[in-house]
């Protein structure tokens, strides 16, 4: 097996690990839901023990490897070429509302390009997969971005930043422009879903502003392997990304306003 492979089953084993946990707390345990940085932006009991047990996997198994972490931060090491990329509960309103759209992200990037993906919703029981140049897998079976070309027939994806309430820069613009031209717009609520979605070829595209790197580090990996475009929307709101396949994606992007508007 190759080294790649090895760490790609690595990540599969902790993201299970992690997805037991997050089901049993879902619509069970008391959650011990505690804010961030306002009241939308909520951490749980569950995000805590899923960023646990795959951190404290990774050390055990790999010292020398960095670790970046929704919760905890930035754990770097001197001399590893290795990071890890981890949302260990992607999708935590969802969660905590009882809603099965949630999973656990782990990326790994090798000399800071992505090379392994997982992205796991365990309710779903979904895993989603990819190593650098060797496609994109759902429970082990390749899947490939749709090859849709109407925008008119395509469901799209979205999602709203957190500072929505006090920036008026919080994609009403986008959503205004994109709703009248698409069969179907959805915010699903987790965004490294919505991605691995379009990878999978169930979503059309998706698109969102001021997404962190935990959020899209696997799942990117994971729609481009499957054929779809990755691209930065605009540069200076943290990441904002359009991910679509290739028939969709000019008109898709020739929407979306390339800076703020409106305010
Ligand atoms: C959030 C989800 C949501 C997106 C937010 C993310 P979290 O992640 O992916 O869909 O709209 O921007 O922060 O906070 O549940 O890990
Ligand atoms: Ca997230
Ligand atoms: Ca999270």
Not at 80 to 99: C, H, K, R
Not at 101 to 119: D, M, Y
Not at 221 to 248: F, K, N, T
Request: charged share 20%.
């Amino acid at each position: 097996m190759s080294e790649y492979n090895q760490l790609l089953e690595f990540a599969k084993g902790l993201a299970r690990q992690a997805g037991n946990i997050q089901l049993s707390y879902f619509r069970d345990k008391n959650l011990s839901i505690s804010t961030k940085q306002n009241d939308f932006d909520i951490v749980t009991a569950a995000d805590k023990a899923s960023e646990q047990i795959i951190s404290g996997g990774i050390r055990t198994a790999y010292p020398t490897h960095s670790i970046l972490s929704e919760e905890s931060g930035l754990s770097q090491t001197n001399d590893s070429e290795y990071q890890w990329v981890i949302d260990p509960l992607d999708g935590t309103t969802n969660f905590s509302a009882g809603l099965p759209l949630f999973n656990v992200s782990i990326g790994l990037k090798h000399k800071g390009e992505t090379v392994v993906g997982v992205v796991f919703a365990p309710y779903l029981n979904e895993m989603f997969t990819a190593i650098k140049g060797r496609g994109a897998f759902l429970n082990g079976k390749p899947i490939h971005a749709s090859d849709e070309t109407l925008l008119s027939h395509s469901v799209i994806a979205t999602g709203f930043p957190y500072d929505k309430a006090v920036n008026k820069d919080n994609n009403l613009d986008n959503l205004e422009a994109v709703l009248p031209k698409v069969r179907g717009l959805r915010r699903l609520g987790s965004a490294a879903l919505d991605i691995s979605y379009v990878a999978a070829g169930f979503l059309d595209g998706f698109w969102e502003l001021a997404l962190h790197e935990w959020d899209v580090c696997a799942a990117t990996l994971i729609a481009g392997e499957a054929g779809a475009i990755v691209e930065s929307l605009r540069p200076d709101r943290i990441i904002s990304i359009v991910v679509a396949p290739e028939g969709i994606f000019g008109q898709l992007r020739s929407l979306l306003a390339p800076t703020p508007q409106n305010h």
